[in-house]
C-alpha cells in the first residue's frame, strides 16, 4: 500500500494526452455496437482518473507550501492544460450523448449520467479557453496572495489561520485588537483584492456572454451541475431562511450575548461562546489524530476500515503552518481509491470540526471508489457532497468526548448553534454572488455595500462599526469561495438542513440513523440532490416547511440544553 508521501508525480506529456483523448473519440465514433461503445466509455473514465489523480497530487503539493517554486510551476501547467482537456472531452461528450445506442448505455450507466453531461456541454465552448486560463491563473493568484499573509501580533509572526485562538480570547480586547490585526492585512492588500475579483468577474461575465447567456448567474448553476433546481428557488429558499432562521439566530445570539456578558454581539465577538473561554480540544494535533481512529474505529466496521487506510497511507496534512494554503478541504486520488485530507489546525474548537468534515468527506470517497463503477457517478452534486461532511460532525457526537473532555456539553451547544446559524451566512454569501454577476460593472464599493446590505438581512444582530477591514463592507474577501469557486456556498446550507434531520433522527434512533447515512452514501451520485435525500426518507429544503420542521427540532435542543 503506497503512502502518499511516496506516491510519484510525472507531468503528463500534453500531447500524448490530448491525443489519447481524440483516439478514444475516434474509437467511440466507429463503435458498432452498445458493448464497444461502453468499452470506450470504460477506458476513457480510467484515462481520467489517471490525470485527476496527477492533478490531485499536483494541487495538493502546491497547497501544503506554496512557497514550493517547482509545484507552483505545475501548478500553472495544470492551469493551461485543463481547459485544453476540456475542450477535447466537450467533442467525445457530444458524441456520447448523440450516440445511436444511448438508450442501451443508459441501462448500464442511467439516464442521469446524460442530463449531467448535456448540461455540462452547455457550460463550454473552445472560445472560452484563454478566459478560462486566465480565470485559473487569477485564483491560484488570490490563493497565493491570501497563503502569504504574516501579521504581527503578540510578539509573534502568524498566518491568518494561527490567529484564530486570539480570536477566542476571554480578553475582548485581546479579540478586537487581533481582528483588527486579520483585517489589516486584508486592507493592506485592499487595491489587489479588489483588482483579482474585478477582472474575476468580468471574466466570468465574458464566459458566459460568449456562450450565450445574460448573466453569469446562468453558467454558474451550470458549472456547479444543478440538475433539479433553479436560481428561482434557490431565492425561495433564501427567503424562508430569512423568515423562519434568521429571528431564530437573533435568539441565539442573545443568549450568547448573555453568556459573555455583552450588551451586543460585535464582530470581534462572533466566535467567543463563554466567559471561561470556548472548549478546545485537549492533545496535540497527533493525539486529536489517535482520538479521531479510536472514534472512526468504534464506531462502524465500514469506518474502521476507512480510517486504517488513511493512517497507513499518511493521507492527512492538518496543522498550519507558514506558506500553507488557507482552509481545508478533501480531494481524491482515483488511482489508489482513497482520498485525502488537508486542514489548518490552530488549537480551536475548529480543529475537531474540520476533521469530522473533511472526514465524511473522506468516508464517502472511500466507499464510492469501492461500490460504484464509473467515476461521473460516485460523486453526488454539491449540496450531496457537503450533507456527507456536515453530517458526519453529529454522527460523531457520542466521541466528543475525547477531544473535548469536561467542556464537551459546552462543545455540543456551541456546536448546534454555529450549525444553525451559519445558514443564513451561507444564504447571504449566495445572495452577495448573484447580486455581484447580475451587475458586473459594479465598482468595489458598489460590491462592499451591498455586503454590508446583506449583513443586515441575514445578520442583524452583528456590529462591526469601527472595525477595520470588516467596517466598510469587505469581510467577503476572506471567504475563499467567492474568488475560487462561484456559487459555491448554498450547498453548505441545503446540506446542513440535511444534516440537521440525521441528527435529529439520530437522538430518537441512532443506528437507524446511521443506516440511512450510509445508505445516503452508497447511492454517491446515482441520483439527484433532492432524489438522494427522499431516498432515505427526509425533507429537502425544496419541500414546503422543510425549515418549519428542523427549526423545530433543533431550536427545541438549544433552548434544552442552554448552559
Not at 16 to 24: R, Y
Not at 100 to 105: C, G, I, N, T, V
Not at 254 to 268: C, P
Request: hydrophobic residues 40%.
Amino acid at each position: 500500500m503506497i503512502k502518499f508521501p511516496d506516491m510519484p508525480y510525472v507531468r503528463p506529456d500534453k500531447d500524448e494526452l490530448l491525443g489519447s483523448i481524440e483516439s478514444m473519440t475516434l474509437r467511440f465514433k466507429e463503435a458498432a455496437s452498445a458493448e464497444d461503445a461502453l468499452a470506450v466509455i470504460k477506458e476513457m473514465d480510467k484515462l481520467c482518473d489517471s490525470f485527476y489523480t496527477v492533478s490531485s497530487l499536483c494541487y495538493v503539493r502546491n497547497t501544503i507550501d506554496t512557497r514550493d517554486e517547482f509545484y507552483e510551476t505545475e501548478r500553472e501547467f495544470w492551469d493551461q492544460l485543463e481547459p485544453l482537456i476540456s475542450e477535447k472531452m466537450q467533442v467525445f461528450n457530444e458524441l456520447v450523448v448523440a450516440s445511436p445506442f444511448r438508450a442501451e448505455l443508459e441501462k448500464t450507466l442511467g439516464a442521469l449520467y446524460f442530463t449531467n453531461i448535456e448540461l455540462a456541454l452547455k457550460g463550454f465552448t473552445p472560445e472560452i479557453i484563454p478566459l478560462l486560463q486566465e480565470e485559473n491563473e487569477l485564483c491560484s493568484a488570490y490563493q497565493k496572495l491570501y497563503a502569504s499573509a504574516q501579521v504581527e501580533f503578540d510578539g509573534k509572526t502568524l498566518t491568518i489561520a494561527k490567529l484564530g485562538p486570539y480570536k477566542q480570547s476571554p480578553d475582548r480586547a485581546v479579540r478586537k485588537a487581533a481582528l483588527e490585526a486579520e483585517g489589516g492585512f486584508f486592507d493592506e492588500h485592499q487595491d489587489e483584492l479588489d483588482e483579482l475579483y474585478d477582472k474575476l468577474v468580468k471574466n466570468r461575465t465574458a464566459q458566459a456572454k460568449a456562450l450565450g447567456f445574460e448573466s453569469y448567474v446562468e453558467l454558474g448553476y451550470i458549472r456547479q451541475r444543478r440538475n433539479c433546481y433553479a436560481a428561482a428557488d434557490v431565492a425561495k429558499f433564501r427567503d424562508q431562511v430569512v423568515d423562519v432562521l434568521v429571528p431564530i439566530t437573533e435568539e441565539i445570539k442573545k443568549a450568547q450575548a448573555a453568556r459573555i456578558g455583552v450588551d451586543e454581539i460585535m464582530m470581534y465577538d462572533q466566535t467567543f461562546s463563554y466567559p471561561d473561554g470556548n472548549p478546545t480540544p485537549k492533545g496535540t494535533p497527533e493525539e486529536l489524530l489517535e482520538k479521531a481512529r479510536q472514534m472512526y474505529t468504534e464506531m462502524s466496521p465500514e469506518t474502521a476500515e476507512f480510517i486504517d487506510m488513511m493512517f497507513e497511507m499518511e493521507l492527512f496534512d492538518l496543522v498550519a503552518k507558514d506558506g500553507k494554503a488557507p482552509g481545508g478541504y478533501c480531494t481524491s486520488f482515483p488511482d489508489y481509491k482513497c482520498p485525502f485530507v488537508f486542514s489548518n489546525f490552530n488549537g480551536t474548537s475548529g480543529d475537531v470540526d474540520v476533521l469530522t468534515h473533511e472526514a465524511g468527506h473522506a468516508f464517502a470517497d472511500y466507499v464510492a471508489a469501492r461500490t460504484i463503477e464509473w467515476s461521473d457517478l460516485r460523486n453526488p452534486t454539491m449540496e450531496g457532497c457537503e450533507t456527507h461532511s456536515m453530517s458526519m460532525e453529529f454522527f460523531t457526537e457520542p466521541w466528543h468526548h475525547l477531544f473535548f473532555c469536561e467542556d464537551t456539553a459546552k462543545y455540543e451547544l456551541s456546536h448546534a448553534e454555529d450549525a444553525l446559524t451559519f445558514i443564513p451566512y451561507g444564504c447571504m454569501v449566495d445572495h452577495f454572488q448573484e447580486l455581484v454577476y447580475l451587475n458586473p460593472d459594479w465598482t468595489p464599493a458598489e460590491r462592499n455595500q451591498c455586503w454590508a446590505d446583506l449583513e443586515k438581512r441575514y445578520r442583524p444582530y452583528l456590529k462591526m462599526e469601527g472595525v477595520p477591514f470588516y467596517g466598510r463592507g469587505a469581510g467577503w474577501q476572506r471567504q475563499l469561495h467567492i474568488y475560487q469557486s462561484p456559487f459555491y456556498y448554498i450547498e453548505y446550507c441545503m446540506a446542513q438542513t440535511i444534516a440537521l434531520q440525521f441528527w435529529a433522527a439520530s437522538m430518537k434512533d441512532r443506528e437507524g440513523a446511521w443506516k440511512s447515512y450510509c445508505d445516503f452514501v452508497k447511492l454517491g451520485g446515482t441520483r439527484t440532490f433532492v432524489d438522494l435525500v427522499h431516498a432515505v426518507g427526509l425533507k429537502s429544503p425544496m419541500d414546503d416547511g422543510s425549515l418549519d420542521t428542523i427549526a423545530k427540532d433543533v431550536y427545541g435542543w438549544l433552548k434544552a440544553n442552554q448552559i
